[in-house]
């Protein structure tokens, strides 16, 4: 069964010790999990707004922490929607200062449970950037009322899928499988649930209601607005023709540890291999197969269109496969339920009419895009990921 949340108290732990998270326990006997989309609030402010960027003072604040030389150079890098990062140069190296911002991950218990299992992949030899001690032992250091950490910088580069070589996308398969096994063996043990939920059709259709009125309501009336009209009337047609698909309970591959956002902008690539994977706050359980399907529809995605490089997506999952991470019906049932929750995934639409927030606006098209074709190559696309 799943431990109960008792974290490590140094970062030192041998790497055999199982890593709990706060937040996952182990669920009720015969109970499925609920595993719809995550809904997002429409009270809630945008991520960003929540923490301003962090002042020069308070940088150093945290770097004597770490005890580190002062810094000649404090760069922000691309800010993602969980923390704020710096690149910071000094005379002894340079380094990667995380600020932690979303309050969903930003608990020092969180991040400190992200740390031991981050840490203990670093020492099975997997490429996973190690979070550095502070001068009393923690990898954790509270300043300005916020959570920082520091890890060494890793020199990369991002590379889209379609940039890679077929041996390369088996190979990306074949770690992503790799991660999913040593997380089994430094995390908590998993005790599997009967079932996992999957959305609800006829909720989705309500709200496909409510955003095309705040849609056609929105003035100024812009492309962007013209665009989801057109996409969600097509989602209504889209759901209403095919909600007797509606995945079961218990129809859910195995659930497992995961990394929990597995794309390219997470991947620094160096030398035709990947050096790094990045930004482990979304660590935590679920289907571990659905992490394959659900990361190879971002990483080999056409960005305008959203169409899959299936040729690719096919290397990459027989290099999952290969590894012993999941067989071919496990990976046929992933496929099925991810297809399901993009169909009822609403999340971008519900970021820029409910709550104001058009960062993920310029994702939208492609998205959108690859659900409609998703939809008329349903076939090919499981084929890719099974055969």
């Given at each position: 069964?799943?431990?109960?949340?008792?974290?490590?108290?140094?970062?030192?732990?041998?790497?055999?010790?199982?890593?709990?998270?706060?937040?996952?326990?182990?669920?009720?006997?015969?109970?499925?999990?609920?595993?719809?989309?995550?809904?997002?609030?429409?009270?809630?402010?945008?991520?960003?707004?929540?923490?301003?960027?962090?002042?020069?003072?308070?940088?150093?604040?945290?770097?004597?922490?770490?005890?580190?030389?002062?810094?000649?150079?404090?760069?922000?890098?691309?800010?993602?929607?969980l923390n704020r990062g710096y690149r910071v140069t000094?005379?002894?190296?340079?380094?990667?200062?995380?600020?932690?911002?979303?309050?969903?991950?930003?608990?020092?218990?969180?991040?400190?449970?992200?740390?031991?299992?981050?840490?203990?992949?670093?020492?099975?030899?997997?490429?996973?950037?190690?979070?550095?001690?502070?001068?009393?032992?923690?990898?954790?250091?509270?300043?300005?009322?916020?959570?920082?950490?520091?890890?060494?910088?890793?020199?990369?580069?991002?590379?889209?899928?379609?940039?890679?070589?077929?041996?390369?996308?088996?190979?990306?398969?074949?770690?992503?499988?790799?991660?999913?096994?040593?997380?089994?063996?430094?995390?908590?043990?998993?005790?599997?649930?009967?079932?996992?939920?999957?959305?609800?059709?006829?909720?989705?259709?309500?709200?496909?209601?409510?955003?095309?009125?705040?849609?056609?309501?929105?003035?100024?009336?812009?492309?962007?607005?013209?665009?989801?009209?057109?996409?969600?009337?097509?989602?209504?047609?889209?759901?209403?023709?095919?909600?007797?698909?509606?995945?079961?309970?218990?129809?859910?591959?195995?659930?497992?540890?995961?990394?929990?956002?597995?794309?390219?902008?997470?991947?620094?690539?160096?030398?035709?291999?990947?050096?790094?994977?990045?930004?482990?706050?979304?660590?935590?359980?679920?289907?571990?197969?659905?992490?394959?399907?659900?990361?190879?529809?971002?990483?080999?995605?056409?960005?305008?269109?959203?169409?899959?490089?299936?040729?690719?997506?096919?290397?990459?999952?027989?290099?999952?496969?290969?590894?012993?991470?999941?067989?071919?019906?496990?990976?046929?049932?992933?496929?099925?339920?991810?297809?399901?929750?993009?169909?009822?995934?609403?999340?971008?639409?519900?970021?820029?009419?409910?709550?104001?927030?058009?960062?993920?606006?310029?994702?939208?098209?492609?998205?959108a895009g690859q659900l409609a074709w998703w939809c008329?190559?349903?076939?090919?696309?499981?084929?890719?990921?099974?055969?």
């Open positions: 069964m799943l431990l109960a949340p008792v974290f490590l108290p140094r970062p030192s732990a041998p790497a055999d010790n199982h890593v709990p998270l706060p937040g996952h326990r182990a669920p009720a006997p015969g109970r499925p999990i609920a595993q719809a989309p995550a809904r997002p609030d429409p009270a809630a402010p945008p991520v960003g707004t929540l923490s301003p960027p962090v002042a020069h003072t308070a940088v150093a604040r945290v770097l004597r922490e770490f005890r580190t030389a002062p810094a000649l150079r404090v760069r922000p890098v691309a800010e993602g929607l000094t005379e002894a190296g340079t380094y990667f200062l995380k600020c932690y911002v979303d309050q969903a991950t930003a608990t020092r218990p969180a991040i400190t449970a992200q740390h031991h299992a981050s840490l203990a992949l670093h020492r099975a030899g997997l490429p996973v950037a190690p979070p550095l001690a502070a001068q009393d032992g923690r990898t954790v250091v509270a300043c300005g009322g916020r959570y920082f950490a520091l890890f060494p910088w890793v020199a990369g580069v991002h590379r889209h899928g379609t940039e890679l070589d077929q041996q390369q996308c088996g190979d990306l398969g074949a770690l992503l499988g790799r991660l999913h096994g040593a997380l089994a063996k430094v995390c908590a043990p998993v005790r599997q649930p009967p079932g996992r939920l999957s959305a609800d059709p006829a909720e989705t259709a309500l709200l496909v209601a409510q955003l095309l009125r705040l849609a056609r309501r929105a003035a100024p009336h812009g492309p962007f607005d013209v665009l989801a009209e057109q996409r969600l009337l097509e989602r209504a047609e889209l759901l209403a023709a095919r909600r007797h698909l509606r995945p079961s309970p218990a129809a859910a591959p195995p659930t497992g540890w995961t990394h929990g956002d597995f794309h390219g902008l997470n991947l620094l690539h160096r030398g035709g291999r990947v050096v790094a994977v990045l930004d482990w706050d979304k660590l935590g359980l679920h289907p571990t197969a659905e992490e394959a399907v659900r990361s190879a529809t971002l990483i080999f995605n056409d960005p305008v269109t959203g169409v899959l490089d299936l040729c690719r997506v096919r290397h990459y999952a027989r290099g999952y496969r290969d590894s012993g991470a999941a067989g071919a019906r496990e990976m046929a049932a992933a496929v099925h339920r991810v297809w399901w929750e993009r169909l009822n995934d609403l999340w971008m639409l519900q970021w820029h009419y409910q709550r104001g927030d058009h960062r993920a606006d310029p994702l939208f098209p492609g998205s008329q190559e349903y076939e090919q696309v499981l084929d890719a990921f099974t055969n």
